[in-house]
């Protein structure tokens, strides 16, 4: 099957957890702040046997400019935060001279749903 229109890609990532490790503020070497964290985020999911379980991932966030400067102000460990971002691929090279990716989400909201347990 052939597709005669060009279908747009779309990368845009919307989750729920919460903040875990939420580093600091700091200022990019262009000036702009930003603020790194990681945000805990479970499924559960049940299995053939009838057994129910729970997956929990911690994921690499960070966000970029007033947006980090909000969450260094009104958002801590422990709160539970609805994120809209998008899904970007970081590249370093380690003392080895080893290179290095990884999938991070650069967050573009992150609006606080509850308090830190």
């Known amino acids: 099957m052939t597709v005669s229109q060009e279908i747009p890609e779309l990368n845009y990532i919307v989750l729920t957890g919460r ?3 939420k580093g600091e503020l700091r200022s990019s070497s262009y000036g702009i702040f930003v603020i790194r964290f990681k945000l ?3 499924s559960s999911y049940s299995t053939r046997s009838s057994e129910e ?3 929990t991932y911690i994921i690499s966030v960070e966000a970029w400019g007033n947006l980090a400067e909000r969450i260094d102000r009104s958002i801590s460990n422990g709160t539970f935060v609805l994120l809209e971002g998008n899904l970007v691929s970081r590249s370093y090279e380690d003392r080895s001279k080893g290179l290095h990716h990884r999938m991070i989400v650069k967050a573009t909201d992150v609006m606080a749903l509850g308090s830190g347990s």
Do not use: A
Request: without cysteine; charged residues 45%; aromatic residues 0%.
């Open 19 to 21: 903040i875990v490790e």
């Open 40 to 42: 805990e985020n479970s």
């Open 53 to 55: 379980g729970k997956k």
